[in-house]
């Protein structure tokens, strides 16, 4: 009995500890994910429900699980040979691919320039709760929620919806099209088959007075007009918002386990960054688009930057949980004297359009979102370096582009954001770069002196301005089909470069059609102090020469 | 290998394979006839992706060592956990989510929008208790007030009110039955066996309050109180105060006393509260004096003063002391028992139960460190925990304490709040001669 019990558990401990090494590992499908499918139902989701048993009930087995004790989480299932995703309904390659030029960034994912001129017809408007809105259709038909600033602070959430935007965009995650967009009360018109929702639920029909007594809740511009973000429908219908564990099991496309997505681990990086405190699932979005599958979007950014879409963020926001389990309980057995950084921090709006978020302060470990979720927790040190790639890919000249998306009317204010986000970017970088050894693009060449030699670019040297000379290399080469082997340093100064004469191989030595694979493990020393773990390069023999067949880091 | 096979019989890879359906299906698609629930595009891609199965990485984690390791672990943490967190998550969420009001939601706020608000207190320890009431002011000035607790306790208001800038006034005729009060006997070293009794109360009254600054107040009153003693409502197991105490032994529970009240209270507050924390201090000082009439032959008057103090050690921790004294004269040598001061319960021994020690004076001094363990998003609600620590004293005399009179008390516990309401109380209470968790639920609106 007892043999019948273990046996599948002791199986499972022998598949997964094979060690197959991973330029033999299946690799995921570019694009698989957007096969037709039969359009699923809409889906709601409860709120309240499912934020609790995230947040104190996922937190606790997080910590009685064992995994969490060893901290051996498992790596992310659908990295390809490289350490990389592929292009999917959840990411598409953009900035740190292929460099996008400031205009792009500025222009991120719109196609025009938000509503149109003329009469905006309101089909739908949220008049209670703390952010009042409307649903709009412009005078070419295009829909939009449209939300607004809090008293006090125009540009605030708007601002910080739209450049957040732009940055998510660039990163590579879908977002909708957000524009800042201004209008006058006389645009306002109202859809007659419009309803507003009263206080008991009831749909009652909406009038031109109602949806204009929202606007009491914020601010006019100088001329008299509004200002708000407007997020344009995206194509397809909406079929509820995905969430970060599990798959959705009516969406044949979706393979992977959301937790095991090394897009969503990285998104917890991209989100320290923008300091998207908001990142939870009824924030994000599955539409079902052309030919027909499901695109999974990432939606409303107004609680990100310095933004708490209503007011100023504060300081416990990206620091602790909305209910957080451990640092309450702490606080309890501490007799209150268990007080995290935040609660002496003191703090006042930087600018009434940016809010409060932290520059020089920011630290990238702590950080984390109001509620937690099993993608971010099951981060591992290579998801972050994934992430913080994103994040490094943005230069200053990006950031303002992104910025400047954002209209803020001051100068002053638009230029200290900018700032505050390169710092925060360096911070990610700083951190993040250091956890692994962050060897990319691996190649090898033979020089003039028929020397044959490793190249590959560094990111710490190219994101985060770590110098040559502050920077060294310890690396070993093993080929397990020869047995050769080899060590290494490459001293401060050696440039990205390795020159490794086993990589010249043995002349006549047959290709390598096994599993048997040749490894560079390349550990990376600035100003004498080494990364958290080292990248390792896979190469086969081809019968003439090695190729670079895989990467991890 | 996944991809369709081309003319030549070579496999196409799988990545060209799913671009060309990409582009080519829509045109096979439209120059068929569409079934109406699998089309063929639906169709095809269902076994393309069969195909890709062993093409790409597992979409889930195989189990491995960690996984058989704290396999224990999660057998033996999943019930806890199902009991602890999941269940009452389930709970939580099923009564907060935003949803449609049901019938008792759209009740509530159909009453308040007519100017009627319900309201409950639920006590569970050594004096369990559920009570729900009503309050009407539909025809403000003139409201009325009714409750009724499980155990019979009555308590029906009507008044008329009128609050101004910085005068208020009110005239109140009340109702009240306390259907099951405990009472422990006189003195400070009282065993703690208890008798029970009710006592039911006509009380019509007037007040009248000047804000004389922000921090000065003073209040006056005059009343009339008919007071009837009487064997409780459910004796259970318990003893009846009539069964120990014979006429004549204890003035007050014999017949009915009526007295003619007159009252005064002064109150400079100099506290300021910020969110959910008070800091400062506040002292009050109240009397009423008692002349009896028609049969009741009796005369005393009450003081009682209380000093309160709220020092923040930071924002989130305050440390709070109270001091306060009654005092009880009689002119007449009578005074009944129930107007006796009290010592015990929430507010001045939490480690004993309500009213434990009586006699004719009382003091107690408390000290309550609070400290907030979570605050909401909006600042709206919080939870706060305090260590509880008293001191109190029941006398003849006020001078005539001895050390031996007091009696220690302390514990600890959670309160749960909005800006507006106390929600809960959750605390556990020592004493010598006891211990006893006590949870208050209470929605006032």
Not at chain 1, 303 to 310: E, K, V
Not at chain 2, 241 to 256: H, Q, Y
Not at chain 2, 309 to 338: I, K, M, W
Not at chain 2, 400 to 409: K, T
């Amino acid at each position: 009995m007892k043999c019948a019990i273990l046996a599948p558990l002791m199986w499972g401990v022998a598949a997964c500890s094979s060690g197959v090494p991973v330029p033999s590992r299946p690799t995921p499908i570019v694009w698989a994910d957007t096969l037709p499918i039969a359009e699923p139902p809409g889906r709601d989701i409860d709120e309240v429900l499912n934020l609790i048993r995230t947040s104190v009930s996922g937190e606790i087995s997080d910590v009685i699980g064992f995994r969490a004790i060893t901290g051996k989480h498992h790596e992310a299932l659908n990295t390809d040979h490289f350490d990389d995703v592929v292009n999917s309904a959840w990411f598409i390659h953009r900035n740190a691919r292929h460099r996008m030029t400031p205009e792009e960034i500025f222009r991120g994912p719109t196609t025009s320039e938000g509503p149109s001129e003329g009469p905006l017809t309101i089909v739908a408007a949220k008049v209670q709760g703390i952010s009042p809105g409307y649903t709009i259709r412009d005078a070419s038909g295009d829909r939009y929620v449209v939300k607004f600033d809090p008293k006090g602070f125009l540009y605030l959430s708007s601002g910080a919806g739209v450049i957040s935007n732009r940055l998510l965009h660039a990163a590579g995650f879908n977002v909708p099209e957000d524009y800042i967009f201004t209008f006058a009360t006389d645009q306002l018109e109202v859809d007659p088959d419009a309803t507003v929702t009263d206080a008991n639920f009831v749909e009652q029909p909406l009038t031109l007075q109602v949806a204009r007594d929202a606007l009491s809740r914020t601010d006019s511009l100088a001329d008299g007009q509004y200002v708000a973000i407007a997020s344009k429908f995206v194509p397809g219908p909406p079929k509820g918002p995905f969430l970060f564990n599990g798959v959705r099991r009516d969406d044949p496309n979706d393979h992977y386990v959301h937790e095991g997505r090394r897009e969503l681990r990285g998104l917890n990086v991209v989100s320290a960054w923008i300091n998207h405190v908001d990142m939870r699932f009824m924030n994000t979005m599955d539409a079902y688009v052309s030919p027909g599958f499901l695109r999974h979007y990432l939606i409303d950014f107004a609680a990100t930057l310095g933004s708490g879409t209503i007011r100023s963020h504060e300081p416990r926001e990206g620091l602790e949980y909305n209910f957080d389990f451990w640092d309450t309980f702490g606080r309890i057995f501490s007799l209150g004297f268990h007080r995290v950084g935040w609660e002496r921090t003191d703090w006042v709006p930087i600018h009434p359009t940016i809010g409060w978020l932290p520059g020089e302060d920011f630290d990238p470990v702590q950080w984390k979102a109001n509620w937690p979720n099993k993608a971010f927790n099951s981060m591992t040190d290579r998801d972050g370096y994934w992430g913080a790639k994103l994040v490094g890919s943005f230069d200053a000249e990006q950031i303002q582009a992104a910025v400047a998306a954002g209209s803020l009317p001051d100068a002053w204010a638009a230029d200290t954001l900018a700032k505050i986000l390169l710092t925060r970017r360096d911070k990610i970088v700083e951190y993040w770069y250091a956890r692994v050894s962050p060897i990319e693009s691996p190649a090898l060449t033979t020089s003039p002196t028929d020397e044959t030699a490793l190249l590959f670019e560094d990111f710490g040297i190219r994101d985060r301005g770590w110098t040559a000379e502050q920077t060294s290399y310890t690396w070993q080469f093993e080929d397990s089909a020869t047995g050769a082997r080899q060590a290494g340093t490459a001293g401060p100064g050696a440039g990205q470069r390795l020159m490794i004469p086993e990589l010249e191989g043995q002349p006549g030595r047959a290709a390598q059609t096994d599993d048997k694979y040749a490894t560079v493990d390349i550990l990376v020393e600035r100003d004498g102090r080494a990364a958290n773990r080292s990248a390792t390069v896979y190469l086969r023999w081809t019968g003439t020469t090695y190729e670079i067949v895989g990467l991890t880091h | 290998m996944l991809g369709l096979i081309d003319r030549m019989g070579r496999r196409i890879p799988a990545v060209v394979t799913i671009v060309l359906l990409g582009v080519l299906l829509p045109t096979i698609v439209s120059a068929q006839e569409v079934a109406p629930e699998r089309t063929p595009e639906i169709v095809l891609a269902d076994s393309i992706r069969s195909a890709m199965a062993a093409e790409r990485p597992a979409g889930d984690y195989s189990t491995d060592w960690v996984d058989v390791v704290g396999f224990p672990l999660k057998v033996i943490g999943f019930p806890v956990e199902l009991v602890l967190i999941r269940i009452p998550a389930y709970a939580i969420g099923a009564f907060t989510a935003p949803r449609p009001p049901g019938f008792i939601t759209r009740t509530l706020r159909t009453s308040n929008e007519a100017g009627v608000y319900p309201g409950f207190r639920t006590s569970i320890g050594p004096q369990s208790g559920l009570g729900a009431g009503i309050f009407v002011d539909t025809f403000d000035p003139v409201y009325l007030n009714t409750s009724i607790s499980l155990h019979g306790s009555q308590r029906h208001q009507v008044g008329v009110g009128f609050d101004g800038e910085r005068a208020h006034a009110e005239a109140e005729f009340r109702w009240q039955r306390d259907a099951r009060v405990r009472f422990f006997g006189i003195g400070s070293s009282t065993p703690d066996e208890f008798v029970v009794y009710r006592r039911e109360v006509v009380d019509v009254g007037a007040t009248a309050g000047f804000q004389a600054t922000r921090q000065l107040s003073i209040d006056v009153g005059i009343g009339f109180e008919d007071n009837f003693v009487r064997e409780p409502l459910s004796l259970g197991d318990e003893t009846s105060l009539f069964e120990v105490f014979g006429p004549g032994e204890l003035f007050g529970s014999e017949g009915r006393q009526r007295y003619v009240r007159i009252e005064a209270a002064t109150e400079l507050d100099l506290t300021h509260q910020r969110d959910f924390q008070r800091r400062g201090v506040s002292f009050r000082a109240a009397g009423s004096a008692y002349r009896g009439v028609r049969d009741t032959d009796s005369e005393f008057h009450r003081l009682a003063f209380t000093a309160q103090g709220h020092l923040p050690l930071n924002d989130r921790q305050v440390l709070a002391l109270r001091g306060h004294t009654e005092l009880t004269r009689s002119e007449t040598g009578e005074v009944p028992f129930y107007h006796l001061a009290a010592l015990g319960g929430e507010n001045s021994a939490i480690g004993f139960t309500s009213n434990r020690f009586t006699d004719l004076d009382m003091v107690s001094v408390t000290a309550e460190w609070r400290f907030e363990i979570w605050r909401d998003i909006h600042n709206s609600s919080r939870i706060e925990t305090f260590l509880h620590f008293g001191e109190g004293a029941v006398a003849h005399r006020l001078e005539d304490i001895e050390s031996s009179d007091w009696h220690e008390s302390y514990g600890f516990g959670f309160r749960g709040a909005t800006t507006e309401n106390l929600l809960g109380v959750l605390f556990f209470g020592f004493s010598d001669e006891s211990f006893h968790v006590n949870v208050t639920g209470e929605w006032q609106p």
